[in-house]
C-alpha cells in the first residue's frame, strides 16, 4: 500500500484538529474541487472537449496521487482494460459479463488486501466509485447496439452509440467533482457536458451555477460540523463500552438513534460539497422548472429536504444516497426482470450493494435489515389500504399529524439501528448493541413478516365479503353497476 502518509503541513494539521492524515486530505481533496471548477468556468468553459478532458485528467490525478500516492495506478489500470474491453468486445452480451466479473472482483479483491475495522481510508474508497462508472459505460455501450423501440425511458437517457475514445474515458474517471465520493453521472452526461450541451446557446457564458453551488457548499459544511461537533461528546465506541450496558433500555435505544443519526451527517455533508464543485461546473444541469428556472440537480445525491421529512423507508432510500440507489436500480435491479420475482431482485440488489461497499458481516447486517424493513413496511401498507376502519382513522388530520411523528420517530430509530452494525463492522461488537436493546428491530420486523401471511388470508376475506355486498345491494337499488 503506498499511501501518502509522511509528516508534513498535513499530518500537523491533523494533530491539531483531532483529525487523521488520511481523512484531512480526503477532505482537502473534496474542498479542492471548488477552485478547479472556477478555473474551469473562467478558462477552459467553452474549450474544445479535449482540452477539458486532459484537464480532468491531470487535476483528478494529482488528487488522487495526493491522497495514495503511487496506488492511483490501480485506477489507471482498470480503466485501460475495461477500454480494451470495450474495443474488442463492445456491445455484447460477454462484455457485460466480464465488466462485472473483473471491476467487482478488483475492487473485492482491493477490499481483501486493505481489510481493517477502523475507518482507514485507502484507494478502494474511490476505485468503488470507480467501479459502478465503469461497469455503466460497459452498459450503455451494450444498449447503443439495442434497437431504439427496445429501449427503456431510463436506457434511451445513457445509451451510448458510439464506444468512448481512452481520453473520454478517463476525463469522466478523474473528474475533480466526482471521483473522490461521487456521485454518479452516466458517461453520456460527461460528454454532452464538456461538447457544451449545456450551455446557453446565445450567450455561451459560463452557467449562471455559482449561488446553486455555493449553497451546498454551506450546507455540506453545516452537516459536516455538526457531526464534528457531537462526535467529541458521543461516538459510536460509546455504544458498545460497559457505561451504556448500564444504562436504562428507553436511553440506550435514544443514544443508538443519535449515533446513527449523526453518522449520516458525515456523509450527507461530504456528498453535499462535491455536489457543489459539480454543480459549479454546470455538469449537474438538469433543464428548467415550471418557471423556467434552470435546475442543477441532474447529479443530486442527497435530496436534503425530502430526507429530513421523510417518515417511511420508501422515502429515505428515494432521498438519500440518491445517484447510487438509482445506479443500482437501473443497472442491477431493473435488470434482474428475468427472475420473474421482485423480491428475490431486490435481495440480489441488495446483497451486491453490501458486497460493493465490502466484505464485513457489518454491510450485509445492514442491507439485510433494510430489506426485512422495506418489506415489512410495504406490508403493513397493504394492511392499512385493505382496511376500510383504519384508512378512515388515519384519514383524520390531527390522527395524520401525531402518525407522522411516530412514524418518523420509529423510521429514524430504525434506520439507526440498521446502521449500528454498518458502522461497527465487527459482528462481536454489533451483536453486542443489539443484545443490549434485545434485537428489538429484528424482533419487531420480522414479527411483522410472520404475522402478514395469517392476516391477509382474512383481509381478502373481508375484502371479497364487502365485494359481494356492495353488489347485491346495487342490485336491489337498481344501480348501473
Excluded at 433543464?287 to 421529512?309: A, H, P, R, S
Aim: glycine share 6%; charged share 15%; with cysteine.
Amino acid at each position: 500500500m503506498a499511501n501518502v502518509t509522511e509528516p508534513g503541513f498535513v499530518h500537523f494539521l491533523a494533530q491539531n484538529i483531532g483529525a487523521t492524515d488520511d481523512a484531512l486530505r480526503f477532505l482537502l481533496s473534496v474542498f479542492a474541487g471548488y477552485p478547479l471548477a472556477f478555473i474551469h468556468r473562467l478558462f477552459l468553459h467553452g474549450r474544445p472537449p479535449t482540452v477539458q478532458h486532459i484537464y480532468f485528467i491531470l487535476s483528478g490525478l494529482l488528487l488522487f496521487y495526493f491522497n495514495f500516492g503511487t496506488d492511483l495506478i490501480h485506477a489507471v489500470i482498470n480503466v485501460i482494460l475495461i477500454h480494451l474491453l470495450i474495443i474488442f468486445s463492445g456491445g455484447t452480451t460477454f462484455s457485460v459479463a466480464a465488466a462485472f466479473i473483473f471491476n467487482t472482483s478488483y475492487l473485492v479483491i482491493g477490499y481483501y488486501l486493505n481489510s481493517s475495522y477502523d475507518y482507514v481510508i485507502t484507494w478502494t474508497t474511490p476505485h468503488c466509485v470507480l467501479t459502478l462508472r465503469l461497469t455503466a459505460v460497459v452498459l450503455d455501450v451494450y444498449d447503443g447496439r439495442k434497437k431504439e423501440e427496445k429501449l427503456s425511458s431510463e436506457q434511451k437517457e445513457t445509451v451510448l452509440h458510439k464506444s468512448p475514445s481512452i481520453l473520454e474515458l478517463l476525463g469522466q474517471t478523474f473528474f475533480f467533482g466526482a471521483f473522490l465520493a461521487g456521485p454518479q453521472f452516466s458517461m453520456r452526461r460527461y460528454l454532452s457536458f464538456t461538447q457544451g450541451a449545456f450551455t446557453d446557446p446565445q450567450t455561451k457564458a459560463a452557467p449562471a451555477s455559482v449561488m446553486p453551488g455555493l449553497t451546498r457548499l454551506l450546507l455540506g459544511v453545516f452537516y459536516v460540523f455538526l457531526y464534528q461537533v457531537v462526535s467529541i461528546f458521543l461516538t459510536e465506541n460509546f455504544l458498545y463500552s460497559d457505561e451504556f450496558t448500564k444504562l436504562g433500555f428507553i436511553t440506550r435505544c435514544a443514544l443508538i438513534l443519535i449515533v446513527g443519526r449523526i453518522f449520516l451527517c458525515r456523509y450527507i455533508g461530504i456528498w453535499l460539497i462535491t455536489e457543489g464543485s459539480c454543480i459549479l461546473t454546470g455538469i449537474t444541469y438538469n433543464g428548467k422548472d415550471v418557471n423556467g428556472n434552470n435546475l442543477w440537480d441532474g447529479c443530486t445525491n442527497i435530496k436534503l429536504y425530502q430526507l429530513e421529512m421523510a417518515s417511511t423507508f420508501r422515502d429515505i432510500i428515494a432521498s438519500f444516497n440518491h445517484n447510487t440507489n438509482m445506479w443500482m436500480s437501473r443497472y442491477i435491479f431493473k435488470r434482474l426482470r428475468f427472475l420473474g420475482n421482485k423480491v428475490l431482485s431486490q435481495g440480489v440488489t441488495l446483497f451486491y450493494l453490501a458486497l460493493w461497499h465490502g466484505l464485513h458481516s457489518g454491510y450485509y447486517m445492514c442491507f439485510m435489515l433494510e430489506f426485512v424493513m422495506v418489506n415489512a413496511e410495504a406490508k403493513i401498507v397493504q394492511i392499512v389500504q385493505k382496511s376500510p376502519v383504519i384508512l378512515k382513522i388515519t384519514s383524520i388530520p390531527s390522527v395524520k399529524s401525531v402518525l407522522w411523528v411516530v412514524n418518523k420517530l420509529i423510521v429514524t430509530f430504525s434506520l439507526s439501528y440498521a446502521l449500528v452494525s454498518f458502522i461497527t463492522l465487527d459482528f462481536r461488537i454489533y451483536l453486542k448493541i443489539y443484545s443490549s436493546v434485545y434485537f428489538i428491530a429484528h424482533a419487531a420486523y420480522l414479527s411483522v413478516i410472520v404475522l402478514n401471511i395469517f392476516i391477509q388470508p382474512v383481509l381478502s376475506s373481508q375484502g371479497q365479503q364487502s365485494s359481494d355486498h356492495h353488489v347485491v345491494d346495487g342490485k336491489k337499488n337498481g344501480k348501473d353497476l
